[in-house]
């Protein structure tokens, strides 16, 4: 072999050996669930498990926390136990993904596809959520816990409009300040002053809506046969459960 051959033959070799290296790399990132930035909003970089902990894990943790199981509520501590591990699984059987309880790049990828740049789900928004003002003030909390509670919320009701068929829900009415709750003749508890609180009217029905939400990490349903709640369902997170909709078994 003449010596501009080897020398070619040896430059093959090494731009062989970087591709490989390259594709080796990619494959890499993406078995441990590492992304690029997807949107706006949040990009995880590594693959999420049982055992771990973090502010990743908790920004997972809201995404999936419409997932919890019938009657349960899912922390958002950071920490990524049992209950987050069932929370993700039953998230990736929703989507049709490998169900194995560990959050990685296809898992990632899904999530990147619900939320928007603001970190909202893609089928619900801050302003549906909040027609009395723009600031969050004036409630029950700060301004910002507020808005962090509707968030919270909203992903909830991501999960149960997947699990309704993908349906659209109607938001009647979600924050309120005290002037606003006044306004409408609402008690002085409501979970509307506390930005998790949220009122459906339209289809799916009344019984349908408050009996589905009881999978999904909703604490506060009142529903048809609760007095003043027969032409909507209320939704909210109540430190201790309040479940009553008689018309609907609930």
Same mark, same amino acid.
């Given at each position: 072999?003449?010596?501009?051959?080897?020398?070619?033959?040896?430059?093959?070799?090494?731009?062989?050996?970087? /591709?490989?290296?390259?594709?080796?790399?990619?494959?890499?990132?993406?078995?441990?669930?590492?992304?690029?930035?997807?949107?706006?909003?949040?990009?995880?970089?590594?693959?999420?498990?049982?055992?771990?902990?973090?502010?990743?894990?908790?920004?997972?943790?809201?995404?999936?926390?419409?997932?919890?199981?019938?009657?349960?509520? /899912?922390?958002?501590?950071?920490?990524?136990?049992?209950?987050?591990?069932?929370?993700?699984?039953?998230?990736?059987?929703?989507?049709?993904?490998?169900?194995?309880?560990?959050?990685?790049?296809?898992?990632?990828?899904?999530?990147? =596809?619900?939320?928007?740049?603001?970190?909202?789900?893609?089928?619900?928004?801050?302003?549906?959520? =909040?027609?009395?003002?723009?600031?969050?003030?004036?409630?029950?909390?700060?301004?910002?816990?507020?808005?962090?509670?509707?968030?919270?919320?909203?992903?909830?009701?991501?999960?149960?409009?997947?699990?309704?068929?993908?349906?659209? /829900?109607?938001?009647?009415?979600?924050?309120?300040?005290?002037?606003? =709750?006044?306004?409408?003749?609402?008690?002085?508890?409501?979970?509307?002053?506390?930005?998790?609180?949220?009122? /459906?009217?339209?289809?799916?029905?009344?019984?349908?809506?408050?009996?589905?939400?009881?999978?999904?990490?909703?604490?506060?349903?009142?529903?048809?046969?609760?007095?003043?709640? =027969?032409?909507?369902?209320?939704?909210?997170?109540?430190?201790?459960?309040?479940?009553?909709?008689?018309?609907?078994?609930?």
């Amino acid at each position: 072999m003449s010596r501009r051959a080897t020398l070619l033959h040896r430059l093959g070799r090494t731009i062989t050996a970087g /591709l490989l290296a390259a594709v080796a790399s990619l494959v890499a990132v993406t078995a441990t669930g590492t992304a690029a930035q997807a949107d706006g909003c949040y990009t995880w970089g590594r693959a999420l498990s049982q055992g771990m902990s973090g502010e990743d894990v908790r920004q997972l943790q809201i995404r999936v926390s419409g997932y919890p199981g019938y009657g349960a509520v /899912l922390g958002l501590d950071g920490v990524f136990g049992p209950a987050t591990r069932s929370a993700v699984i039953r998230f990736q059987q929703a989507y049709g993904l490998a169900a194995d309880g560990i959050a990685g790049a296809q898992t990632f990828a899904t999530l990147y =596809n619900l939320q928007d740049d603001d970190c909202t789900p893609v089928n619900f928004t801050y302003a549906e959520w =909040n027609r009395c003002n723009s600031t969050w003030s004036g409630g029950a909390v700060a301004a910002g816990t507020a808005r962090f509670n509707a968030l919270v919320s909203m992903w909830k009701l991501q999960a149960m409009r997947r699990a309704l068929g993908s349906v659209p /829900l109607t938001i009647s009415s979600g924050f309120r300040s005290t002037a606003c =709750n006044n306004a409408v003749g609402g008690i002085s508890t409501s979970r509307h002053l506390y930005g998790d609180g949220v009122d /459906l009217v339209g289809s799916p029905s009344f019984c349908r809506l408050a009996q589905q939400a009881r999978n999904h990490g909703f604490t506060n349903i009142l529903g048809p046969g609760y007095a003043g709640h =027969n032409d909507h369902v209320h939704l909210g997170s109540t430190p201790s459960r309040h479940w009553s909709a008689p018309s609907c078994g609930i």
